[in-house]
């Protein structure tokens, strides 16, 4: 049966089954090294310079992996990623005497460049995939496998928390290395050597794109998710833990949840943004969904500063925010890939994720800082000042009325 599936179709999966893997570990990690060295004493500040190494190299990473994917071809960078994140996770499966600050920044710095190695191949293979008509189908896949990687992500979240209760953080970490190398393995062994690779080697100077629209985008999209990141990737989980005294199953699982339906809203987003039958999302979509974005962070912001019922508007508050997030990443991740450049896309691509790795990174050092400094709604305010730049500059963003899906 699986011989006769289409090649573009199987080499598809393939790639799909490499993220989703990949991403469960990473989610789980995060989850790990949050709650394990909350529960060490680390303040939220030095909890977030844990992260600081894995957001910075992330923000390198998809400004030299798009160059290298190429390059190399995307399969390659894909399975570098693989091999890398594996390395990373042996490297805090050691005696807790040997986790200090230094060397567990080192491994997140690695884990961060095997993410968007990982993350930058899976984005750019679809586009050499899916013909150049079939924009429709473009958008879908790309919101299926956005989606599905954002549901794994949160399930990624539940696992590290029950793992880190189950069996304990070196024991939790081996196991994920153990599942990955299997992985790996299989990704060596089936995906194709020229997926993505330019037909003339790029210099190192076209890392950046001169393109108008991707560089719009890009800027657009570094500040949706430093919106995101300011308050929830170290504030959220240690405000629910200290603050409402959840234990670390329920913080988990509550995230794991979150972030799942997160993933399934991706996934419907080409049904949820096509207002004419077959239409296909521009640039006004994404100001749209931007601005809506800003104003249910601002009403969760003045809502928990003004101390009203803060538990109940969190996490309904939550629901709302993760749901119209997911629509405008998801937007976003279409509208990348259909900007890109068909030959060497994934130096487009690449760059776009440069920008939302430096988003992360602000968010992670601003969530520790902001939290420590003023609390959970400092943090809500200064995502809401973040989605205010998204929508003034998604006002530049290129508007095609006419673009019609061909499926």
Request: hydrophobic share 55%; aromatic share 14%.
């Amino acid at each position: 049966m699986w011989s006769q599936l289409d090649q573009n179709l199987r080499q598809y999966m393939l790639v799909t089954f490499n993220y989703w893997n990949f991403t469960v570990t990473d989610g789980a990690l995060r989850m790990l090294v949050v709650l394990y060295f909350y529960d060490l004493g680390y303040s939220t500040l030095a909890i977030a310079s844990l992260f600081l190494f894995y957001e910075f190299f992330g923000v390198v990473t998809n400004l030299i992996g798009g160059w290298l994917g190429a390059r190399l071809g995307l399969n390659r960078t894909m399975n570098i990623g693989l091999g890398m994140q594996i390395v990373a996770l042996l490297m805090l499966a050691v005696p807790p005497s040997w986790l200090t600050v230094a060397w567990v920044m080192a491994a997140q710095a690695l884990s961060g460049v095997a993410k968007d190695l990982n993350k930058m191949s899976a984005k750019s293979a679809i586009k050499t995939l899916v013909p150049a008509n079939a924009q429709g189908a473009l958008y879908k896949w790309i919101a299926i496998l956005t989606g599905s990687k954002n549901a794994l992500k949160g399930a990624g979240f539940f696992l590290g928390g029950a793992l880190l209760t189950l069996v304990g953080f070196q024991y939790a970490v081996m196991l994920m290395a153990g599942v990955l190398l299997l992985v790996f393995i299989s990704s060596v062994m089936s995906l194709k050597s020229e997926m993505g690779k330019s037909k003339t080697k790029p210099k190192f100077s076209e890392i950046f794109s001169k393109s108008s629209s991707v560089n719009i985008l890009s800027a657009a999209r570094m500040f949706l998710f430093g919106a995101r990141d300011v308050w929830f990737v170290i504030a959220l989980p240690i405000y629910l833990g200290s603050v409402f005294g959840w234990n670390h199953s329920a913080v988990g699982g509550f995230l794991a949840l979150w972030v799942m339906g997160y993933g399934v809203v991706q996934g419907l987003a080409p049904k949820i943004t096509r207002r004419a039958a077959g239409q296909l999302p521009d640039g006004k979509h994404a100001l749209g969904w931007a601005a809506l974005l800003a104003a249910i962070t601002a009403v969760i912001a003045y809502s928990v500063q003004s101390g009203w019922y803060p538990e109940l508007i969190i996490i309904a508050g939550l629901l709302f925010f993760g749901a119209v997030f997911a629509v405008n990443s998801s937007l976003h991740s279409y509208l990348i890939v259909s900007y890109a450049k068909d030959d060497g896309v994934s130096l487009d691509v690449g760059f776009y994720y440069m920008a939302n790795a430096m988003g992360r990174l602000i968010g992670t050092v601003l969530s520790g800082w902001v939290y420590q400094v003023s609390g959970l709604a400092a943090c809500l305010w200064v995502s809401f000042a973040f989605l205010v730049l998204t929508t003034a500059i998604s006002l530049g963003l290129p508007r095609n009325p006419g673009a019609v899906a061909s499926t």
